[in-house]
């Protein structure tokens, strides 16, 4: 089966400006994850989808960020306006279904805000 | 709630020397632990998981865990270190709770493997 496909995989900004992601999951897998990896950091949950449901974005600083699934498959993620401290990787994920252990992870999008 | 902590940032070995990186964890309910690798510029990969069953879990490239309860630990081994192991390591633990937290990794801080020829 194909990977997880995340666009674009680097992306350099002035801060106060915005930016989108996308991500493209494995066919058939319910659930998409989006983490935030700060460098010298793991990764950090931002939010998870069920099909095109919000299950938790508790740690989604909402004033700035915002992500969708419109159609249960592909997602974005936007950040508007970006900070500097906004600079990371951000990472997608699917698995089969909630609950379901195993998540299947993109290769990325480094964000870098200067 | 849940955490994982990774013992050490940085790990050196020789290759062919054993290796061994460290993860303790805490949780309020009985977790599945994951052990995630990272290759520069590639996407996290499952190494292995816990899952309830053997407490004694093998992965890929010969890597191997074992989940002691009593000690809230579940250590990554390998016998010997190849040049191709050189990368970062996740400890993940996640809880079938319910709620929210239902399928939720959290990620440890990461140690970064080095292989010396």
């Known amino acids: 089966e194909a990977g997880v496909a995340q666009s674009p995989r680097y992306k350099i900004i002035e801060k106060r400006q915005s930016v989108a992601f996308w991500c493209n999951p494995i066919?058939?897998?319910?659930?998409l994850y989006w983490y935030q990896q700060i460098l010298g950091q793991g990764p950090k949950l931002l939010i998870q989808?069920?099909?095109?449901?919000?299950?938790?974005d508790s740690q989604l600083p909402k004033d700035r960020f915002s992500a969708e699934r419109l159609k249960g498959v592909d997602s974005t993620l936007k950040i508007q306006p970006a900070k500097l401290e906004d600079s990371a990787v951000y990472l997608c994920?699917?698995?089969?279904?909630?609950?379901?252990?195993?998540?299947?992870f993109g290769p990325g999008t480094r964000l870098t805000v200067t | 709630a849940q955490s994982v902590t990774q013992l050490d940032s940085h790990v050196s070995v020789s290759e062919g020397t054993p290796v061994l990186l460290r993860c303790n964890y805490s949780s309020s309910y009985s977790p599945s632990l994951f052990w995630y690798v990272q290759h520069p510029n590639k996407g996290l990969q499952l190494l292995l998981k816990y899952t309830s069953a053997a407490t004694l879990v093998k992965g890929i490239n010969g890597f191997e865990a074992e989940f002691k309860k009593s000690e809230t630990s579940f250590h990554l081994t390998k016998p010997s270190a190849h040049m191709s192991d050189a990368a970062e390591y996740f400890c993940?633990?996640?809880?079938?709770?319910?709620?929210?937290?239902?399928?939720?990794?959290?990620f440890g801080q990461g140690t970064i493997l080095t292989v010396h020829p």
């Open positions: 066919s058939g897998h319910a659930t």
């Open positions: 993940v633990v996640s809880v079938n709770a319910g709620g929210t937290s239902y399928g939720k990794l959290t």
């Open positions: 989808f069920q099909n095109n449901g919000v299950v938790d």
């Open positions: 994920a699917a698995g089969r279904d909630r609950g379901s252990y195993e998540q299947y």
